[in-house]
């Protein structure tokens, strides 16, 4: 009996149970539950699905699951802008629960007046910067998934800048690997963070603290893996990279600096002159 394929329109030969041009399987049953359920399990759960070898990859062969989707090897693996919604969904659960259980992630700094004075803040700047940090955390709340986003493309311009000389990767090639190491950063912290925040707040700021050092860590073992680099390159390349990140945050402060004296000037000489 002849078959055409429900989502590319082409033939599906008898006895086979993928479609040979688009990879779609051929599905005759009405959806259930229980077909929900499998679907669910076979592309998430366990080390030997989709996501269960991309988790346990990107720790040991992350060259495979990296330059393999680059290459155009994409079947065994979750695809990177999939894995980066998948990390997105984990941050959302997080601060769901931080949400729903009336958790104060802010106390352990917001609490820790001795640190501050220790640093000659007055009790008038201590006040201010328990504020400054309520009001950081309401904002990362509210825009986590474009925080990401905006995140991605400043990881990868660092790591174009500090491999300019290496041309295996393009831009988009190291676009591309930040949303792997990333994403899989915070899929993996996540639930570190969640277990943390029920046992104790202090805890998990110095958790929350360490976490860009162990990013930036991974990120260099993730490049050594990828790029075939020995140790010695590697970090080589990560203190590079740290000086490319210095730069580039003191370029744009002095930009948003300068943007808001203009915006400023403006303001006081055309909108509202005295």
């Known amino acids: 009996m002849e078959r055409n394929c429900k989502n590319c329109g082409s033939l599906v030969y008898a006895g086979k149970s993928y479609c040979a041009d688009c990879g779609a399987k051929w599905i005759e049953k009405r959806i259930t539950m229980r077909n929900v359920g499998v679907d669910f399990a076979d592309m998430y759960l366990g080390i030997d699905t989709k996501f269960g070898r991309n988790f346990i990859d990107l720790f040991t062969k992350p060259h495979q699951v990296i ?16 894995y980066v919604f998948i990390a997105i969904f984990m941050s959302g659960i ?26 000659g803040y ?5 006040a201010e910067t328990n504020k400054i940090n309520g009001h950081v955390f309401d904002f990362i709340t509210k825009y986590q998934g474009l925080i990401v986003f905006m995140t991605l493309p400043i990881l990868a311009l660092i790591g174009r800048i500090t491999f ?11 676009l591309v690997f930040h949303m792997y190491t990333y994403s899989h950063f915070v899929i993996f912290t996540t639930p570190i963070s969640i277990l943390l925040s029920f046992i104790d707040v202090d805890i998990l700021m110095i958790w929350s ?30 203190l590079i990279a740290i000086i490319v990140s210095v ?9 948003g600096m300068i943007f808001t004296i203009i915006g400023v000037i403006i303001y006081k000489k055309y909108i509202n002159p005295v």
């Not at 330059?67 to 999939?82: F, H, L, S």
């Not at 629960?97 to 917001?110: C, E, N, R, S, Y």
């Not at 007055?122 to 201590?126: A, C, P, Q, V």
């Not at 730069?247 to 402060?253: D, E, N, R």
Request: proline share 1%; with cysteine; hydrophobic share 45%.
């Open 247 to 255: 730069v580039l945050a003191i370029i744009t402060f002095m930009a």
């Open 122 to 126: 007055t009790e008038e700047k201590i």
């Open 94 to 119: 997080y601060m769901y629960v931080v949400k729903t259980f009336d958790i104060d992630i802010t106390a352990g700094l917001a609490n820790n007046d001795e640190f501050y004075r220790s640093l």
């Open 67 to 82: 330059n393999g989707y680059i290459k155009g090897a994409r079947m065994n693996y979750v695809d990177a802008i999939r």
């Open 164 to 174: 300019w000389r290496n041309r295996q990767y393009n831009f988009t090639e190291h």
């Open 209 to 238: 603290m360490l976490a860009y050092p162990m990013l930036f860590a991974y990120n260099t073992y993730c490049y050594k893996k990828c790029m075939y680099l020995n140790w010695q390159e590697a970090i080589l390349k990560a």
